[in-house]
């Protein structure tokens, strides 16, 4: 199971950051997509324990930074200078897989999503 929260309204340039709980079975990789009205689902940052390897969206390279504790099964991604065009729900998903991280089709478990609204 998985909980996504942090979500809010900020405005441009502003900063939020997004946690994401896991329980239950320990999984490979936490990732974060999001969604805008009207849009597809997009890949934004996953973490694979194993490595401690990340990596992200070029829209968001630079500006937001996924970290966690596989201990404490918790993901939090830092979204800095953040855009209108970061406007979406943000979900936390988990995957079993190490590889072809940036596909939604790659990950079994999703949490509920949180709103993120960047105001101009």
């Known amino acids: 199971q998985l909980q996504a929260s942090g979500g809010g309204l900020v405005q441009a340039g502003g900063s939020l950051r997004l946690s994401c709980a896991a329980s239950?079975?320990?999984?490979?990789?936490i990732g974060w997509f999001r969604q805008a009205p009207g849009k597809q689902r997009e890949f934004v940052a996953f973490?694979?324990?194993?490595?401690?390897?990340?990596d992200y969206s070029d829209s968001v390279k630079g500006r937001f930074t996924i970290s966690g504790d596989n201990a404490k099964s918790t993901v939090y991604l830092q979204m800095n200078s953040l855009r209108p065009e970061d406007t979406a729900v943000y979900y936390c998903?988990?995957?079993?897989?190490?590889?072809?991280?940036?596909?939604?089709?790659?990950?079994?478990?999703w949490g509920q999503g949180t709103q993120v609204t960047v105001s101009s």
């Open positions: 998903a988990a995957s079993p897989r190490e590889f072809g991280l940036t596909s939604a089709t790659s990950y079994a478990y």
């Open positions: 973490i694979r324990w194993r490595g401690y390897i990340t």
């Open positions: 239950g079975r320990s999984l490979n990789t």
